[in-house]
Each structure stands twice: as C-alpha cells, then as structure tokens.
C-alpha cells in the first residue's frame, strides 16, 4: 500500500511560483513513477509532468513545459513540483500518483498507470 501526501499549494500572484511536495510512503518509491495532475473546475483531470524512479527520464505537458520541473528526492520518499511564472490558467487542484514497479519512460509516463494517488493541494493564480 502507498500513500501520497501533497502540500505546498496556495494562492500566489500571475508570474510568481510554487513548490509543492508529494510526500510517499512504502518501500517501493524509488521504483514508482511519479506523476502530477491537475483538475479545474469543470474540466477534466489532465497530465502535468512525471518522473522515473531513477529520476533520470522526466516527461512534461506541452502548456508547463520550461515552467515547471518535476524532481525527486528518493532518500526522502518525495517528488516535487516546482512551478515558475504560473499563470491564471494553472489554477487547479493538483494530485500526485505513483506507478509503482513501472518501466515508463518519456511520452510513456504520461499514461502510466497510475494506480496510487494524494488527496490534491489547490493552487490559485490570481490575475
């Protein structure tokens, strides 16, 4: 069993920036793909960015790519999301997921299966 815990979300100003963290538990972290999400409301849940247990393939959505960076630390079961010049369209509840034992790599993280997931941290960019 694995559980995810996010935090760090928040209400920040267009062009400012957020870490959050994704804290796991269990043994298996350092071979679980790691993956951000994020639902708006009234809209579809939708992939964000990822990141291999080894943390040496990431793979990002084409509207975050060269703001945000997904890193991972596997020493302290955490994946972090930071997100730079956010803009009122990235206001969402973001999750993160775990494939645990996955041999995703780039394109292919994004549609892992991700079969673990955090409650969601609300990330507000005000305009």
């Known amino acids: 069993q694995v559980q995810l815990v996010e935090s760090g979300g928040g209400l920040v100003q267009a062009g400012g920036s957020l870490r959050l963290s994704c804290a796991a538990s269990?043994?298996?972290?350092?071979?679980?793909?790691m993956g951000w999400f994020r639902q708006a409301p009234g809209k579809e849940r939708e992939f964000v960015a990822a990141?291999?247990?080894?943390?040496?393939?990431?793979y990002y959505a084409d509207s975050v790519q060269g703001r945000f960076t997904i890193s991972r630390d596997n020493a302290k079961n955490t994946v972090y999301l930071q997100m730079n010049s956010l803009k009122p369209e990235d206001t969402a509840v973001y999750y993160c997921?775990?494939?645990?034992?996955?041999?995703?790599?780039?394109?292919?993280?994004?549609?892992?299966?991700?079969?673990?997931w955090g409650q969601g941290t609300q990330v507000t960019v005000s305009s």
């Open positions: 997921a775990a494939d645990r034992f996955s041999i995703a790599t780039g394109a292919g993280l994004a549609s892992a299966t991700y079969d673990y």
């Open positions: 269990g043994r298996t972290f350092s071979s679980s793909a």
């Open positions: 990141i291999r247990g080894s943390g040496l393939s990431t």
